[in-house]
């Protein structure tokens, strides 16, 4: 099973680079773009990246056999309403957010079992098609979220697709994505923003004394706050989970600075070093 | 005032990158090193960075212009004793560690107004001579720290080595300089520990899924655990400061996740995003 025409809904970041990739790694696959507004399809069409284009998302996923929303999770129902005449029996639909039972709630019930979650681990700090890139997927992780009624056709297929890309891909529940990332996606997001929050309102002026090490550690939050907002809320339980792990680790480590022996905080620095070092660098190339 | 001789103590990746520095951008500068162990010697023999090398420090220290203190914070005030003797009355004396006023305690009382404290905020999360560049200080912010009775012309010799080197140089007191790098170093430091012991605690497997954000958001945990634990105790009464700000910003964020409404906490990390981007980046390239 492979896709001869492949929807995508939304062209920013994540949708460019997709239609990017899809171009230059599946061979003969038709590629539909559908943008609300007509100005960003100004911009796919000069980037020649799309077969088709239109402001009708109906219009987009007729025909298709791989459809995959590309927006705000919060925006999501009402295109999928608009696009449900259109989709066929044996199209699969699948989505880039970073939360997952919400979606899975919403699209599942307009799409049922053709529906399956996506959330490629890849991105930037950056916005916009004019971010795109081909290899944006290129050695990141995909996390999939069957539910039980999904075919495992579908599965396989969806994974292929995935891995065409260059992803390696996750099998997982959407409750056990969500709580996933919430540790190491959303949580490095609010530290991020949390430590520059923390300098501005301490003391502005060490800010411009800044070295490589803090730019380094808050890059994530120059990510949009719009799109951030919205993902942490929607995973707001898991992430309170994941803030208040976070806030029992530095008040562990600000207990063990009282002891004046370095002992103790170096064994936990020590095992947060070796943990570090045995992650998986990511293939592609970070823009900072 | 320009020295015509400079003694690097201690070639680890600072000294060593300081003595490669030295040699590309300070013209008929003679190099003097010396390191504790004849190994860490051959290295620098090697290497081809000094003119002089001894696992004598009187005997490097003997007639230098000016002398660069790069050892671990515990080790100076040893060294600086076992060198007194040997420092004539026109040399200037500095070291660059990440802590300044338990060092301008320590080699203030032994040099007098012949020491300044400098912190080039340059480094990387690896060390030892191997990861010495010669650009590291390129781009850099150095803080120096120098006292009521030091000579002014002294801190502008000092300055302007530095701005050789191709660093900004900044002044501030040593409670000052320990107060702003407590929250743009030590905390961004204890921070990316944190999320990696959070990960670690609460869902182990969800750091097989990380994507590029968790691993820059962490790439400063990879330090050296000893020497970071020693500036972390240092320091103790300003990072347990700042580790109180990030837990406050944390708590803050949690509250707004309850309201519902993704406006504030939008606004927040858009407040955090502005303030990123305003961030100079620095010249240096990462290592990662």
């Known amino acids: 099973m ?3 025409s492949i929807a995508i809904l939304g062209p920013g970041l994540l949708g460019g680079s997709l239609a990017l990739a899809v171009r230059e790694r599946v061979s003969g696959a038709q590629i539909r773009v559908w943008a609300r507004r007509q100005d960003r399809l100004e911009a796919v069409r000069c980037l020649g990246i799309a077969d088709e284009v239109s402001t009708d ?9 791989l459809i995959i929303f590309c927006m705000p999770i919060g925006a999501m129902e009402a295109v999928g309403l608009q696009i449900a005449d259109a989709v066929g ?3 699969i639909v699948t989505d880039v957010g970073s939360v997952k039972q919400p979606v899975v709630r919403t699209l599942g019930k307009i799409f049922g079992p053709r529906f399956i979650g996506s959330h490629p681990m890849a991105g930037s700090e950056q916005a916009g098609i004019e971010a795109a890139r081909a290899d944006l997927f290129q050695g990141a ?29 996750a099998m997982m529940t959407p409750h056990a994505h969500d709580e996933a990332v919430a540790l190491i996606s959303h949580l490095p997001h609010l530290a991020a923003a949390a ?14 004394l800044h070295g490589n090490g803090f730019f380094d550690t808050t890059r994530v ?9 919205e993902i942490l809320v929607q995973n ?22 009282d002891t004046q022996e370095t002992g103790e905080i170096e064994e936990y620095l020590a095992e947060a070093r070796r ?3 045995r992650l998986r660098q990511p293939a592609q190339k970070t823009i900072s």
Request: glycine fraction near 6%.
């Open 89 to 91: 029996p044996g199209t």
């Open 195 to 208: 430590l520059i929050q923390a300098a501005l309102r301490e003391n502005p002026a060490a800010l411009d």
């Open 2 to 4: 492979t896709f001869p």
């Open 141 to 169: 992780v995909t996390i999939l979220t069957p539910e039980e009624g999904t075919p495992a056709e579908s599965v396989r297929a969806l994974a292929a697709f995935w891995e065409a890309l260059g992803c390696r891909v």
């Open 57 to 65: 998302a109906a219009e987009i996923a007729a025909g298709a056999s």
């Open 221 to 229: 939050a120059s990510g949009p706050p719009d799109m951030w907002a």
């Open 236 to 257: 707001r339980d898991a992430v309170k989970k994941a803030v208040h792990a976070m806030i029992e680790n530095l008040s562990e480590v600000s207990k063990l600075l």
């Open 275 to 277: 943990t570090r070092n």
